[in-house]
């Protein structure tokens, strides 16, 4: 099955999976990044990671245009319910299900959750997406942990990591991520949509590139990779 990722900017992805589009993290309106209307696009599933509204972001209007699934975990799943979201599947950290288009197994993360209306939203999570022939995994927001190493045992192809700093793990820190995961490339997210996160995406590739056998592909919002 190929599988294309495709980057909006800060978190927001889009990846589709044969024909199934799966959307995470979904902060297109207020991005500063982003450059899509998010009436254009296709979605099946919406994989939300936390409560905050820079991944929240406009999930309830295209799940309630689209139809999409929404997965997230227990807390944020009801919130979307009480918001009038019919599709949704809760998980929780450490448990996995067979989606139609993989296995979502959610992961832990370290971080805040808190919903944009102030509702308790649990505790974050990051997505370890495997199907037959990939393994991706999306941190999202979190910093630093050591069983990423646990997460790299299962053979990743594909990572998505935060570099931004400030609310995650940065440069050095996302280094130490990609020797512990030990992915095929991985991608990094979560900066330059603020100040307060500007970093030099190619500072860091030459930095994981020249101390690990991980390729880094820097994606311009946009942009799209084949996994
Ligand atoms: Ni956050
Ligand atoms: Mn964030």
């Known amino acids: 099955m190929s599988v294309y990722l495709t980057y909006y900017g800060h978190s927001a992805l889009s990846i589709k ?5 799966v959307l995470i993290d979904p902060f297109l309106v207020d991005n500063p990044l982003a450059d899509v209307d998010h009436n254009n696009l296709e979605a099946d599933y919406i994989l939300v990671s936390h409560g905050h509204e820079d991944h929240v972001g406009d999930t309830i209007a295209i799940a309630k245009r689209t139809g999409a699934t929404v997965v997230a975990n227990f807390e944020i799943a ?24 993989g296995y979502v197994k959610m992961t832990q993360a370290l971080h805040g959750s808190a ?15 495997t199907t037959s022939d990939t393994t991706l995994y999306l941190a999202c927001d979190t910093g630093l942990f050591g069983d990423m190493k646990l997460i790299g045992d299962e053979g990743v192809d594909a ?21 512990m995961i030990s992915p095929t490339i ?14 030099d995406a190619l500072t860091w ?3 994981v590139e020249s101390n690990t056998s ?11 990779v084949s996994i």
């Not at 999976?17 to 589009?21: A, P, Q, S």
């Not at 918001?83 to 809760?90: A, F, I, M, Y």
């Not at 991980?214 to 799209?224: A, E, W």
Request: charged content about 10%; glycine content about 12%.
């Open 205 to 207: 590739k030459q930095a």
């Open 186 to 199: 991985a991608i990094p997210v979560h900066y330059n949509t603020w100040p307060l996160i500007e970093q």
């Open 17 to 21: 999976f044969g024909e199934t589009n």
């Open 214 to 224: 991980t390729k880094v592909c820097i994606l311009n919002s946009g942009d799209t």
């Open 115 to 129: 919903l944009p209306d102030g509702s308790y939203g649990g505790n974050p999570c990051g997505f370890l997406i």
């Open 159 to 179: 990572a998505v990591l935060p570099i931004g700093d400030n609310f995650t793990m940065g440069p050095k820190d996302a280094l130490r991520a990609v020797q």
């Open 78 to 101: 009801n919130w979307f319910a009480l918001q009038g979201l019919e599709n949704v599947h809760p998980q929780h950290i450490g448990g996995g299900f067979l989606h139609s288009f």
